[in-house]
């Protein structure tokens, strides 16, 4: 299990998307020039009287970062651990969805811009682990037909 590739880029992709959920993905910056970071656990935009967390991007890293680790661990079954990478891969899709949704509502309701920042970048690093995860299943399922097809 280890000893795998895949296991390798899961863990990774677990540990990027857990690290995502603490840096700031961006911020917002008021007309006085003052920067509020704004993270996956909390937003807080005085000039707008915001000051929650936004579940839906909290929860959906969370069950990213769980889905990653507990594929690694459906190794005796590859055709599941393919199709779980293929669904962790759609919910780190939905996870930028629901963030320009927030970032266009929030802009919308106050007068602030928004500047990205690194922490966009780690779910985008995650989607390509998972997709090399994907591909190293794929290549040890054929592995092991060819080795039952020689028997």
């Known amino acids: 299990m280890i000893q795998r590739i895949q296991t390798v880029y899961l863990l990774l992709v677990a540990a990027l998307l857990t690290i995502t959920i603490f840096i700031p993905v961006g911020s917002f910056i008021d007309t006085n020039g003052l920067t509020y970071p704004f993270t996956p656990l909390n937003i807080t935009l005085p000039s707008a009287g915001l000051n929650y967390t936004p579940w839906g991007q909290?929860?959906?890293?969370?069950?990213?970062?769980?889905?990653?680790?507990?594929?690694?661990?459906?190794?005796?079954?590859?055709?599941?651990?393919?199709?779980?990478?293929?669904?962790?891969?759609?919910?780190?899709?939905?996870?930028?969805?629901?963030?320009?949704m927030f970032i266009l509502m929030t802009k919308g309701s106050s007068n602030v811009s928004f500047q990205f920042s690194f922490g966009l970048c780690l779910p985008v690093i995650s989607l390509i682990l998972t997709y090399l995860a994907f591909r190293s299943i794929r290549k040890d399922d054929a592995m092991v037909k060819a080795a039952d097809r020689i028997r």
């Open 58 to 100: 909290l929860a959906i890293l969370i069950l990213a970062a769980m889905i990653a680790f507990a594929t690694i661990f459906l190794f005796k079954n590859r055709k599941l651990q393919m199709r779980m990478c293929v669904f962790n891969s759609l919910i780190i899709a939905g996870y930028y969805l629901v963030y320009l």
